[in-house]
């Protein structure tokens, strides 16, 4: 039998507590992820105790960096949510968030809305989906520099998701990457990226995921300044030529 303590126990260690309700939905959220799997490419990750732990919990390690349960009417954007990560698992812990997950994949986006209206995860606060490349969807009505959190754990380069994330970020919120053990050498890399995006790093945190040796970083790039109109350049272009 699936044991749920390997997910709450390792959320008392970041200070998150889940009511069953919010228990019942992360289980839920597991058993749709897995059965979807069956017939969709989501993740290569299916056994209960790893999605639980680099899933589930990793997606919520942002509060080692970020305090969400403070920011009561807080506007979030997850770039490249694929499955819903870390998007989901923020809206079951901390409901009040406002949050919009942006994939280009239809179908993904699919999965996800059936994940939010099983889920009722519009029941406080709102949760959107938009099935459009993030160099387009920043292009739509109001959109631009309205978000107060941006984050990814999607697999590009820094530079290229710098690229991506800080155009939605307003003056003054946070674009948080999830990265791996070669976060310092991305960010090295990344740092001309971040300054003509009108990004400055903030915080960098590294940390091991509980109960495994995978090495995890948090990176926190403050919005200072507005970005250029012409950022994000057009599909393909920032990851073809990144900002290096």
Known sequence: MNDIKILTDSLEKMN???????????????EMLVETN?????????EFDEVMIKHFA?????????DLSAEKDIKVLDIGTGA????????????DIRI??????????RF??????????NSSGSIETTDMRSEDYVRTEDVR??????VSRAVANLAVLSEYSLPYVRIGGSFISYKGDKASEELNEAKKAIDILGGEVKDVMTFTLPGTDISRTLINIKKTRPTPDKYPRKAGLPNK???L
């Open 16 to 30: 998150i507590s889940l009511s069953d309700d919010q228990v019942s939905r992360f289980l839920r959220y597991y």
């Open 112 to 121: 996800i809305d059936d994940v939010i209206n099983e889920l009722d995860l």
């Open 58 to 66: 990793d997606s919520l390690s942002i509060v080692k960096l970020f």
């Open 145 to 150: 520099e309205s978000f107060d959190l941006v």
């Open 84 to 95: 819903g990560f870390p998007g989901i698992p923020l809206k079951i812990a901390f409901p």
């Open 38 to 46: 069956k017939v969709m490419n989501l993740t290569a990750i299916t």
């Open 100 to 109: 919009t997950l942006l994939d280009s994949l239809t179908k993904r986006i």
């Open 241 to 243: 030529k990144p900002l």
